[in-house]
């Protein structure tokens, strides 16, 4: 079952950024690295999508690990029902966005989804 890690801020410095995943990558002994991939919903690449397949290439240049792209429409759709399913409303909510809680849960859907398709 895919759980939580932790949410890297981003700093600003993408260099900086990419080493920190390396740390963690190396940390955790993470045999590979998946990125979400923000699709539009009709499945077409925008920006971001564009963004987010630079950034898996930037990563497999510095990872010795193999780095895989997952669709990740929807994953905070998911993480925002389970919020409030946990019964997590209102000011609660708000702190758990502002503490990366919803980014957390969404990043264990994706992931949790990328493993039930690898069966």
Same mark, same amino acid.
């Given at each position: %079952?895919?759980?939580?890690?932790?949410?890297?801020? #981003?700093?600003?410095?993408?260099?900086?950024? #990419? +080493?920190?995943?390396?740390?963690?990558?190396?940390?955790?002994?993470? $045999?590979?690295?998946?990125? $979400?991939?923000?699709? @539009? %919903?009709? &499945? @077409?690449? $925008?920006?971001? +999508?564009?963004?987010?397949?630079?950034?898996?290439?930037?990563?497999?240049? *510095? *990872?010795?690990?193999?780095?895989? *792209?997952?669709?990740?429409?929807?994953?905070?759709?998911? +993480?925002? =029902?389970? *919020?409030?399913?946990? &019964?997590?409303? &209102? =000011?609660?909510?708000?702190?758990? =966005?502002?503490?990366? +809680?919803?980014?957390?849960?969404? !990043? !264990?859907? /994706?992931?949790?989804?990328? /493993?039930? $398709? #690898?069966?």
């Amino acid at each position: %079952m895919a759980t939580p890690y932790s949410v890297i801020t #981003r700093s600003g410095d993408a260099r900086a950024d #990419r +080493a920190r995943v390396a740390e963690i990558v190396s940390e955790v002994e993470a $045999g590979l690295v998946v990125v $979400g991939l923000p699709l @539009s %919903m009709d &499945g @077409s690449d $925008g920006p971001a +999508a564009r963004a987010a397949r630079k950034e898996a290439e930037a990563l497999r240049e *510095l *990872l010795d690990v193999p780095v895989e *792209l997952a669709d990740e429409r929807l994953t905070s759709v998911t +993480a925002n =029902r389970s *919020l409030t399913e946990a &019964g997590v409303t &209102g =000011r609660r909510r708000r702190k758990a =966005r502002e503490a990366g +809680a919803v980014d957390q849960a969404a !990043a !264990a859907v /994706l992931l949790q989804s990328w /493993l039930d $398709g #690898r069966r």
